[in-house]
């Protein structure tokens, strides 16, 4: 299968920016997603990029994309304490199967 | 709106016993995925399905079986369970393979 990498942990201050970020290996994806775990619950589409993108931008959240080195990032400006969850970043190869990378732990600090 | 449901949603077993994990989705998608994650190891994929009466492996199908039989619904069975497979599962659908997955709450599963 398909490896995708993150770091397992991070720790920030209420009111900094995360950035959290993910490589991966299938270079023919077609999209890239980044989910959000809360703890006791299922994993919830945060937001998505299209492969043929560099950045896409939602409220709070900026995706950018280096398909050149297979690096994907999420930055989540103003963190707040509930933004407290694992982020896993995913890619779908072209038999339409999710991977997903390990997860990445947020904490915020108040 | 139901979305995806998991039954049971807690479960202990004791090695050797057998049991089955439902899945269903109410939003008429022909993708169903079976996750289980482990600390550490994110989600792996155990066995999907690609339309109603198909099925195929994944990442780590083996001590598995899955079945297909209406499009709503997804089971995993566990014939002779292991202690290894002691974990929380996860279901998902999606309308189309590369879009996105809608996940069940889990079902954690503990192996004795």
């Known amino acids: 299968g398909e490896d995708v990498e993150q770091s397992l942990f991070l720790s920030v201050r209420e009111g900094d920016s995360s950035v959290i970020n993910c490589t991966y290996t299938?270079?023919?994806?077609?999209?890239l997603y980044w989910y959000k775990q809360e703890p006791g619950a299922g994993l919830q589409l945060l937001t998505y990029?299209?492969?043929?993108?560099d950045m896409k931008q939602d409220q709070r959240l900026t995706v950018l994309l280096n398909k050149k080195d297979k690096h994907l990032s999420l930055r989540i400006a103003d963190t707040q304490t509930g933004d407290s969850a694992i982020y896993f970043c995913?890619?779908?190869?072209?038999?339409?199967?999710?991977?997903f990378g390990s997860g990445t732990k947020l904490n915020v600090k108040p | 709106n139901a979305g995806v449901t998991q039954t049971p949603k807690f479960r202990v077993l004791k090695t050797g016993q057998s049991m089955t994990l439902l899945c269903a989705q109410d939003?008429?998608?022909?993708?169903m995925y079976w996750y289980r994650q482990d600390p550490g190891m994110g989600l792996r994929l155990i066995h999907y399905?690609?339309?109603?009466?198909?099925?195929a492996k994944g990442e780590v199908p083996d001590g598995y079986n899955v079945s297909r039989l209406k499009k709503q619904n997804f089971l995993l069975g566990l014939e002779s369970a292991a202690p290894s497979q002691t974990s929380v599962y996860f279901c998902?659908?999606?309308?189309?393979?590369?879009?996105?997955?809608?996940f069940g709450q889990g079902t954690r599963l503990t192996v004795v």
């Open positions: 998902a659908s999606s309308y189309q393979g590369d879009t996105e997955a809608f």
């Open positions: 299938d270079s023919s994806s077609t999209y």
């Open positions: 990029i299209f492969s043929n993108m």
């Open positions: 995913a890619e779908s190869d072209n038999f339409n199967k999710f991977y």
């Open positions: 939003m008429n998608h022909e993708y």
């Open positions: 399905s690609v339309g109603e009466g198909t099925t």
